[in-house]
T-cell receptor, first 113, second 110 residues
């Protein structure tokens, strides 16, 4: 059973803080993704990674960066948190072969005050 | 870039009725179309998917149809039950990148 685990379920941070959201998967998946979920806007892709040390920008990368030093771990970094980054963040992973199911983590609800 | 539009944003049906959710995509190179269900407070989970070489796929009460020419795909739920109440997301994949629609909140009333 695939498990994608996000380090925190809820986070409250102050404006200007550097924030790290961690995601770990245990199925040796090649692909990992970070999405942001907001009401009425669905799931928007922030960054994704096809391999270790590799990253690609998604649709809304501004204000975010990522790190993938190990295959199982994909970190999302908010360099200087702002109130408009208050949201639900979802990590996902999928195998390297094309057209396969993505498995999601439980989500991290981040509030920036 | 890739864009996926999803309609309606909310859908209310009586138990036993059918529900249909429609999506359109912009990139003709998309070749994989999954549907995810997200129950309140839970993570999205795959319920059905279809690949571009197939026009229709069915799994019990759930079916998905794909019209590649029109770049449309739809989710059909028959004999709806209260436990079908959730938010449903369509997605289109290009080169392993999944782009999601904005979601449909389905409410099934007993």
């Amino acid at each position: 059973d695939v498990k994608v685990t996000q380090s925190s379920r809820y986070l409250v941070k102050r404006t200007g803080e550097k924030v790290f959201l961690e995601c770990v998967q245990d199925m040796d998946h090649e692909n990992m993704f970070w999405y942001r979920q907001d009401p009425g806007l669905g799931l928007r892709l922030i960054y994704f990674s096809y391999d270790v040390k590799m990253k690609e920008k998604g649709d809304i990368p501004e204000g975010y960066s990522v790190s993938r030093e190990k295959k199982e771990r994909f970190s999302l970094i908010l360099e200087s948190a702002s109130t408009n980054q208050t949201s639900m963040y979802l990590c996902a992973s999928s195998p390297g072969s094309l057209n396969t199911e993505a498995f999601f983590g439980q989500g991290t609800r981040l509030t920036v005050v | 870039g890739e864009n996926v539009e999803q309609h309606p944003s909310t859908l209310s049906v009586q138990e036993g009725d059918s529900a249909v959710i429609k999506c359109t995509y912009s990139d003709s190179a998309s070749n994989y179309f999954p549907w995810y269900k997200q129950e309140l407070g839970k993570r999205p989970q795959l319920i059905i998917d279809i690949r571009s070489n197939v026009g229709e796929k069915k799994d019990q009460r759930i079916a998905v149809t794909l019209n590649k020419t029109a770049k449309h795909f739809s989710l059909h739920i028959t004999e709806t039950q209260p436990e079908d109440s959730a938010v449903y997301f369509c997605a289109a994949s290009i080169a392993d990148k999944l782009i999601f629609g904005t979601g449909t909140r389905l409410q099934v009333f007993p």
